[in-house]
C-alpha cells in the first residue's frame, strides 16, 4: 500500500504563490500517473492536474496557465505550483496516485490512493 503525504499548504495573499510536494512511499512511482485534486467546503472534489509517467501534463480549466505539476522520480515526489492564486483557489488539496488502468486523470473513479490533503487559504 503506497503512502502519499503532502506538504506546503498554507495561507497566501490573492495573487501569490505556493508550491505543494507529495512524497510518495514505495517502488515504481516512476511508472504511475500521479495527480491533484482540490476540495472546497461544500463542494465536490475537483481534477486540479496530472502528471503521466511521460511526463506529459493535464490541467482543470480553472487553472490552466496558473498552476504547473511536475515530478521528480529520484525523490518520488510529485509537485504542484501555484502562481497567481485566487480566493477561490482556498480548498484542501489531495495527492492522488492513479491506477494502472485509469482511462481518464479527470475523474475521482481513477485514483488509486489518496494523500490527507493540505489546506491552501487564499486571503484578499
Known amino acids: 500500500q503506497v503512502r502519499l503525504v503532502e506538504s506546503g499548504g498554507g495561507l497566501v495573499r490573492t495573487g501569490g504563490s505556493l508550491r505543494l510536494s507529495c512524497a510518495a512511499s514505495g517502488r515504481s512511482f516512476s511508472t504511475y500517473a500521479m495527480g491533484w485534486f482540490r476540495q472546497a467546503p461544500g463542494k465536490e472534489r475537483e481534477f486540479v492536474g496530472a502528471i503521466g509517467w511521460s511526463g506529459r501534463t493535464y490541467y482543470g480549466d480553472s487553472v490552466k496557465g496558473r498552476f504547473t505539476v511536475s515530478r521528480d522520480n529520484a525523490k518520488n515526489t510529485v509537485y504542484l505550483q501555484m502562481n497567481s492564486l485566487k480566493p477561490e483557489d482556498a480548498a484542501e488539496y489531495y495527492c492522488?496516485?492513479?491506477?494502472?488502468?485509469?482511462?481518464?486523470?479527470?475523474?475521482?473513479?481513477?485514483?488509486?490512493?489518496w494523500g490527507q490533503g493540505t489546506q491552501v487559504t487564499v486571503s484578499s
Open positions: 492522488a496516485r492513479y491506477s494502472s488502468s485509469s482511462d481518464s486523470y479527470y475523474y475521482e473513479r481513477s485514483v488509486g490512493s
